[in-house]
């Protein structure tokens, strides 16, 4: 019953304020701008060495304008291991955060051989555990994103599992975000590693976010330039 409560407060909170990417609300706000293209954008990599997806690049053109602060939130996949045909259990979690944060919307990426264990089919609603950091969040919901893919995911042959939470004031912690499962192929080969990482949104209609009650966006700015990538490894 709870859960069920916190899914229907977070989608009244998804149609407020336009955060998901999964979800297409039809409304436009005529002060926003228009979304930046990724034609011109060239690869690179990160200071772990993988590599930042287009996306990720259109992020850091959005808040070169931001000014930079020292330290912040770092939200990390989690690395872990599953068999052929077995369940990856993938965990989020967040540090540099604690009792800071107010808010968040945030797209991971996967490779699309993995399925994505859905509470519902038809609304592609995401199973999940809440960690920690969220555990006295007042609304959570997660949903895989398959349909009207971003042509990047699509090219890199990728889905994306988006979710968001909520709190009241800066009630988010660190820890544990939430853990999430992914179904590994049944011919996997052992050794194989599956990327995951993170595609950020912001256009006309949507917009990621990872903030704070004060709305700075220095925070913000800092929490998705150093996301911290995961990986599923077959053994």
């Not at 995911?153 to 999430?180: C, M, P, V, W, Y």
């Amino acid at each position: 019953m709870k859960r069920k409560f916190a899914a229907a407060v977070a989608a009244m909170l998804i149609a407020a304020v336009g955060t998901t990417g999964c979800l297409d609300s039809g409304k436009v706000k005529k002060s926003e701008p228009q979304p930046t293209t990724a034609a011109s954008v060239e690869p690179v990599t990160n200071e772990d060495g993988d590599e930042v997806s287009e996306s990720m690049e259109l992020m850091r053109i959005k808040f070169q304008d931001v000014p930079d602060i020292e330290s912040g939130p770092v939200i990390k996949i989690s690395d872990t291991e599953a068999k052929p045909g077995g369940t990856a259990e993938v965990t989020v979690s967040v540090t540099g955060a604690d009792k800071k944060w107010n808010m968040c919307g945030i797209h991971i990426t996967y490779p699309d051989v993995l399925k994505c264990r859905l509470l519902d089919e038809d609304e592609l609603t995401a199973d999940y555990e809440l960690g920690a950091a969220t555990e006295k969040c007042a609304a959570f919901v997660a949903m895989d994103w398959e349909q009207n893919l971003a042509e990047e995911l699509i090219r890199k042959k990728q889905r994306s599992l988006f979710f968001t939470a909520s709190f009241k004031e800066n009630s988010g912690k660190d820890g544990d975000i939430a853990t999430f499962f992914f179904k590994v192929p049944d011919d996997a080969m052992p050794g194989t590693v599956y990327k995951l990482g993170f595609f950020y949104k912001s256009d006309n209609r949507s917009e990621d976010m990872f903030r704070n009650y004060e709305n700075d966006m220095s925070f913000e700015k800092y929490a998705f330039e150093h996301l911290k990538n995961g990986s599923i490894t077959v053994r």
